[in-house]
Nanobody, 118 residues
Framework: QVQLVESGGELVQPGGSLRLSCEAS????????MSWYRQAPGKERELVAS????????DYADSVKGRFTISRDNVKNTVYLQMNSLKLEDTAVYFC???????????WGQGTQVTVSL
Protein backbone atom coordinates (compact mmCIF):
# COMPACT_ATOMS: atom_id res chain seq x y z
CA GLN A 1 0.00 0.00 0.00
CA VAL A 2 1.44 3.31 -1.12
CA GLN A 3 1.57 5.99 1.53
CA LEU A 4 2.98 9.49 1.76
CA VAL A 5 2.54 10.83 5.26
CA GLU A 6 3.34 14.48 5.90
CA SER A 7 3.99 15.89 9.35
CA GLY A 8 5.41 18.97 11.02
CA GLY A 9 2.84 21.57 10.14
CA GLU A 10 1.69 23.88 12.91
CA LEU A 11 1.00 27.45 13.91
CA VAL A 12 4.10 29.65 13.89
CA GLN A 13 4.79 33.37 14.13
CA PRO A 14 6.23 35.38 11.23
CA GLY A 15 9.99 34.97 11.10
CA GLY A 16 9.81 31.53 12.64
CA SER A 17 10.92 28.18 11.29
CA LEU A 18 9.37 24.78 10.69
CA ARG A 19 10.57 21.50 9.27
CA LEU A 20 8.09 19.40 7.36
CA SER A 21 8.61 15.69 6.83
CA CYS A 22 7.06 13.30 4.34
CA GLU A 23 7.61 9.61 4.97
CA ALA A 24 7.06 7.31 2.02
CA SER A 25 6.20 3.63 1.95
CA UNK A 26 4.87 1.06 -0.48
CA UNK A 27 7.03 2.04 -3.46
CA UNK A 28 10.68 2.31 -4.45
CA UNK A 29 11.50 5.74 -3.08
CA UNK A 30 14.75 6.14 -5.00
CA UNK A 31 12.91 5.94 -8.34
CA UNK A 32 10.85 9.00 -7.58
CA UNK A 33 11.53 12.69 -7.78
CA MET A 34 10.02 14.28 -4.67
CA SER A 35 8.29 17.63 -4.45
CA TRP A 36 6.50 19.86 -2.01
CA TYR A 37 3.43 21.77 -3.14
CA ARG A 38 1.18 24.12 -1.23
CA GLN A 39 -2.35 25.35 -1.54
CA ALA A 40 -3.65 28.43 0.23
CA PRO A 41 -7.38 29.06 0.67
CA GLY A 42 -8.95 30.18 -2.59
CA LYS A 43 -5.75 29.62 -4.56
CA GLU A 44 -4.43 26.95 -6.88
CA ARG A 45 -1.92 24.39 -5.70
CA GLU A 46 1.60 25.55 -6.49
CA LEU A 47 5.02 23.95 -6.61
CA VAL A 48 7.26 24.99 -3.73
CA ALA A 49 10.34 22.83 -4.18
CA SER A 50 11.51 19.61 -5.78
CA UNK A 51 14.49 17.31 -5.49
CA UNK A 52 15.95 14.69 -7.80
CA UNK A 53 16.04 11.00 -7.02
CA UNK A 54 19.54 11.05 -5.56
CA UNK A 55 19.19 14.52 -4.04
CA UNK A 56 21.79 16.18 -6.20
CA UNK A 57 19.45 18.61 -7.92
CA UNK A 58 16.87 20.92 -6.39
CA ASP A 59 14.46 23.56 -7.65
CA TYR A 60 12.52 26.22 -5.79
CA ALA A 61 9.72 28.64 -6.43
CA ASP A 62 10.98 32.21 -6.53
CA SER A 63 8.83 33.06 -3.52
CA VAL A 64 10.75 30.67 -1.25
CA LYS A 65 14.30 30.79 -2.63
CA GLY A 66 16.79 31.51 0.10
CA ARG A 67 14.28 30.66 2.84
CA PHE A 68 13.26 27.04 2.20
CA THR A 69 15.46 23.99 1.73
CA ILE A 70 14.32 20.63 0.41
CA SER A 71 16.29 17.49 1.23
CA ARG A 72 15.79 13.75 1.24
CA ASP A 73 17.05 10.72 3.11
CA ASN A 74 16.92 7.69 0.83
CA VAL A 75 17.60 5.34 3.74
CA LYS A 76 14.64 6.61 5.75
CA ASN A 77 12.47 7.10 2.63
CA THR A 78 11.73 10.61 3.78
CA VAL A 79 11.76 14.04 2.19
CA TYR A 80 12.03 17.21 4.23
CA LEU A 81 11.23 20.87 3.79
CA GLN A 82 13.08 23.22 6.09
CA MET A 83 11.24 26.53 6.17
CA ASN A 84 12.91 29.58 7.66
CA SER A 85 11.92 33.23 7.87
CA LEU A 86 8.29 32.29 7.46
CA LYS A 87 5.88 34.91 6.19
CA LEU A 88 2.13 35.32 6.52
CA GLU A 89 1.79 34.38 2.86
CA ASP A 90 3.38 31.00 3.48
CA THR A 91 0.17 29.92 5.19
CA ALA A 92 -1.18 26.93 3.27
CA VAL A 93 -1.69 23.20 3.28
CA TYR A 94 1.61 21.63 2.22
CA PHE A 95 1.51 18.46 0.16
CA CYS A 96 4.18 15.93 -0.65
CA UNK A 97 4.29 14.51 -4.20
CA UNK A 98 6.23 11.60 -5.66
CA UNK A 99 6.81 11.52 -9.43
CA UNK A 100 8.35 8.45 -11.06
CA UNK A 101 11.45 9.30 -13.05
CA UNK A 102 10.54 7.14 -16.10
CA UNK A 103 6.84 6.29 -16.20
CA UNK A 104 3.65 8.23 -15.74
CA UNK A 105 3.04 7.52 -12.07
CA UNK A 106 2.41 10.06 -9.34
CA UNK A 107 1.50 9.79 -5.66
CA TRP A 108 0.26 12.53 -3.35
CA GLY A 109 0.14 12.83 0.39
CA GLN A 110 -2.82 14.12 2.38
CA GLY A 111 -1.20 17.40 3.36
CA THR A 112 -0.17 19.18 6.54
CA GLN A 113 -1.40 22.62 7.59
CA VAL A 114 1.10 25.42 8.07
CA THR A 115 -0.28 28.61 9.57
CA VAL A 116 1.87 31.70 9.93
CA SER A 117 0.14 34.20 12.17
CA LEU A 118 0.82 36.81 14.84
Amino acid sequence: QVQLVESGGELVQPGGSLRLSCEASGFIFTQYRMSWYRQAPGKERELVASISTAGGSTDYADSVKGRFTISRDNVKNTVYLQMNSLKLEDTAVYFCKATHQWIDRVYWGQGTQVTVSL
